[in-house]
């Protein structure tokens, strides 16, 4: 009994279904705008008057056999074809006009793909107008949102924002400019605080890259366990932690502009490696990915410390540092400027009054000498540092010695600066008028015209010929022995010629 009903129940099912699906395909066939139906090879098998009429096709025998995207640009049935599923509801752009369609597979007894069909539900859409109100809704935050993040990636500082105009600031804007010309990697080196990223984003904006994105980022600010994820991106659940939707990268991200690398000498070994081939094939592969991504992106990189010493002590790549160093741009320290500070202190000055509202400052003669008896560290981050503590400071409209001093301990006047103290142990004597300085011939007459610059180079080179001996020939102790730093060392010693252990 139960095994006759159950028979007979199949039966009527069966005959249900058979009745139902081609009800429902008339059924959408007469409601909808339009129907084309098309076979494994995505070529048209058939396709109603109505949905004939509409792509100007007057006769729909003429579409048959034909490749849709041929007479329906934007279809995706190929792709329903292809993957097997459907398409439920989707906006199609059909020239001006928006159409709601849904597509389905097709399949034969055995449940192969042998074609898929289409219907365009609406060719009017005030029926989907709460729908389409929150799409445009949605579209339009985030259209600004693209717009504000391009803007926070457009560079902030152009080439006249770098203030000075010595003969070192002077070559390095002269070099900005020729590597603005090309897309040839950029090293730019220099103490921390001397504007290397203004520098980088100068260039950006000089080149055929600007108004494209111009991404910054600090090696050393990131954890090494997130470094390959930030720099190339990672798929979704690439790894535990991460993001589900997986991470664009920062490569990605400059694709068409400029990627700033900043204290790139704290990149660990093993990123050095796949930063290399990013730069010489100019692909990225993401984590957790086996497909390389293509990209167009400008890298300029800068460090404070001194890569070939790097190099020696094994942590940092030689290929990668002449990878890099097409074009080095070395960025002089505030104390390497001389008269050029006074001219960066004002700028500074009338950056914090536009920015802070606070009156407008200038600096006292004497605030300019005490200011450039500093030995500055932190260059012109830290000087910003002092002279805007000092305008919060004081009411003086402009700076004084003693305006410095409480913004800046240490700072004196000239006449309150201790007197130069023996250097390593020996005494510095006066010199008198037939005493001949170093780098000044001993013959020279009494009166005759002293070569300033010989003798200012004979000096350097014998106290730091003194203070290498002192140190036993290490370039390090002798800078700290001299109180300077010690890529200031290096330098001193690299154009006088002397050479450490």
């Keep these: 009994m139960a095994d006759g009903s159950g028979g007979a129940f199949q039966v009527g099912a069966d005959m249900l279904r058979g009745r139902a699906m081609p009800s429902l395909f008339e059924a959408l066939d007469k409601q909808s705008e339009g129907t084309v139906a098309v ?13 004939a009429r509409m792509l100007g096709i007057p006769d729909p025998a003429e579409a048959i056999g034909r490749e849709v995207e041929e007479i329906i640009p934007n279809s995706q049935m190929r792709q329903v074809v292809t ?10 752009l059909f020239g001006t006009q928006r159409l709601v369609v849904s597509r389905f597979p097709l399949t034969d007894d055995s449940g192969a793909i ?5 219907f365009v539900l609406y060719d009017s859409l005030h029926r989907l107008k709460p729908l389409l109100a929150e799409l445009s809704r949605l579209e339009a935050e985030l259209a600004a949102t693209k717009r504000r993040l391009d803007e926070r990636r457009q560079p902030r500082y152009t080439l006249q924002s770098y203030v000075g105009d010595s003969p070192a600031s002077l070559e390095v804007k002269r070099k900005a400019r020729l590597a603005a010309r090309t897309d040839a990697p950029i090293l730019l080196l220099g103490e921390t605080g001397t504007g290397k990223e203004l520098i980088a984003q100068a260039i950006h904006g000089l080149s055929a890259r600007t108004g494209r994105p111009f991404v910054g980022v600090n090696v050393a600010a990131i954890p090494d366990t997130l470094l390959e994820a930030e720099f190339f991106g990672a798929v979704p659940g690439a790894y535990t932690g991460l993001d589900r939707r997986g991470r664009e990268g920062r490569f990605k991200t400059a694709d068409g502009g400029t990627l700033f690398l900043d204290e790139i000498g704290d990149m660990p070994m093993g990123l050095q490696a796949k930063l290399l081939r990013a730069l010489q094939e100019q692909e990225i592969e993401p984590l957790g990915s086996d497909r390389p991504v293509k990209v167009d992106v400008r ?16 942590r940092f790549r030689s290929d990668l540092y002449y990878r890099l160093n097409v ?3 070395r960025l002089p320290s505030l104390s ?18 536009a920015r802070t509202g606070l009156p407008g400052r200038g600096l006292t003669h004497e605030a300019v000498e005490a200011l450039s008896r500093h030995p500055w560290p932190g260059n012109v981050r830290e000087l910003r540092n002092v002279l805007e503590r000092a305008c919060l400071l004081t009411d003086n409209l402009r700076l004084t010695v003693e305006d410095l001093a409480e913004a800046l301990p240490g700072v004196r006047h000239a006449a309150d600066a201790p007197a130069a ?12 008028p037939s005493t001949p300085l170093p780098g000044q011939p001993a013959s020279a007459p009494l009166g005759a015209p002293l070569d300033y610059d010989a003798a ?16 036993g020939g290490r370039a390090e102790a002798a800078a700290r022995l001299l109180g300077i730093s010690r890529a200031a060392f290096y330098k001193k010693m690299a154009r006088l010629g002397l050479r450490a252990r």
């Design 456 to 471: 200012y180079d004979g000096f350097e080179r014998d106290l730091l010929g003194r203070a290498l001996a002192a140190s």
């Design 83 to 92: 993957s097997g599923q459907p398409i439920l509801l989707d906006l199609m």
């Design 421 to 432: 103290r023996p250097v390593l142990g020996q005494s510095i004597h006066t010199i008198e």
């Design 299 to 314: 890298v300029i990189a800068a460090t404070n410390v001194d890569l070939e010493r790097r190099i020696q002590d094994g």
């Design 336 to 353: 390497e400027l001389g008269s050029g500070l006074e001219a960066i202190a004002e700028s500074i000055l009338q950056e914090i009054a």
């Design 327 to 329: 074009l080095p741009i």
């Design 39 to 51: 076979d494994r090879d995505a070529r048209v098998i058939w396709i109603n008057a109505k949905y």
């Design 114 to 118: 042998i074609g898929a069909v289409g």
